[in-house]
């Protein structure tokens, strides 16, 4: 079982940073890709980057350029780095771990973009 704690939403103006973080526990977990997964009111859940164990990312079209996955192996932590924002990323911003079993989803922080 992997549990997965989020930090660092919050209130931000338009082209303001944010840091989200994400920790994973569990005995014994071996995580491959950790993601960050967004929903805005009314719409589905969207992919905003992906990180791999060994370090190879992916990012949604919308967010290259300004946002930046980034992970701790041994913390079994991601973050993401959030820049130059915009009202169109205020969603709720859930992170996710995949193992060689299962997926596990973290409950969620809001971030918004408003002025």
């Known amino acids: 079982q992997v549990q997965l704690v989020e930090s660092g939403g919050g209130l931000v103006q338009p082209g303001g940073s944010l840091r989200l973080s994400c920790a994973a526990s569990g005995s014994g977990i071996i995580i491959n890709t950790m993601s960050w997964y967004r929903q805005a009111p009314g719409k589905e859940r969207e992919l905003v980057a992906g990180?791999?164990?060994?370090?190879?990312?992916n990012y949604a079209d919308s967010v290259k350029g300004r946002f930046t996955i980034s992970r701790d192996n041994a913390k079994n932590t991601v973050y993401l780095q959030m820049s130059t924002l915009k009202p169109e990323d205020t969603a709720v911003y859930y992170c996710?771990?995949?193992?060689?079993?299962?997926?596990?989803w973290g409950q969620g922080t809001q971030v918004t973009v408003s002025s």
């Open positions: 990180i791999t164990r060994g370090g190879s990312t």
């Open positions: 996710n771990a995949r193992t060689w079993v299962a997926d596990y």
